[in-house]
């Protein structure tokens, strides 16, 4: 009951008997976990900066770093499975979640990849399925990608700028 507080819903013979249980366990973990998340965003800013660097492109697929906390609750609703439980251990930088899509459609729900201390923990799809051997093939090669070692731009050199006296 006090769970159901915190999320603003009444304890009633609907909540107690709902007419469709997955439905209604979706819709109360989806609560929740917007609940638990409040604040998280601020903190997220700071991790979201060093994870962007980890987006990457390859073969009709994309690894997508999500911009908010609401992001990753979306996902969580989107594919059935609970990475907006996460949101704490994300928001506090002590995990990492990363969306892996088709480049054709980088907006919508295909694979969400846990990610921590440069390895895969876990990637699931829809409803916890998993992965396919073309996106075992395009994570392998994300991380081997991501082991490598990045060139840094060059600095190019700024002109020195030249003033000339103006003769009145």
């Not at 093939?137 to 002109?159: D, M, N, S």
Request: glycine content about 4%; charged content about 30%.
């Amino acid at each position: 009951v006090n769970s159901l507080d915190k999320i603003e819903t009444p304890v009633d013979a609907t909540t107690v008997f709902p007419k469709n249980l997955l439905t209604a366990h979706d819709d109360a973990v989806m609560k929740f976990n917007v609940y638990k998340s409040k604040g998280n965003d601020v903190m997220y800013e700071r991790y979201y900066k060093k994870l962007k660097k980890l987006e990457f492109e390859s073969d009709g697929l994309v690894i997508i770093v999500p911009v908010s906390i609401g992001d990753i609750l979306n996902e969580g609703k989107d594919q059935k499975h609970c990475v907006g439980s996460y949101v704490d251990r994300v928001a506090k930088g002590d995990t990492s979640i990363i969306f892996v899509r088709h480049s054709e459609s980088p907006s919508k729900a295909f694979y969400t990849m846990e990610f921590n201390e440069g390895k895969v923990v876990q990637c699931r799809g829809y409803h916890n399925a998993d992965t396919t051997p073309e996106v075992k093939e395009f994570i392998h090669e994300w991380l081997e990608w991501t082991k490598a070692p990045k060139k840094k731009p060059k600095k190019q050199k700024q002109p020195v700028m030249q003033l000339h006296a103006v003769n009145a």
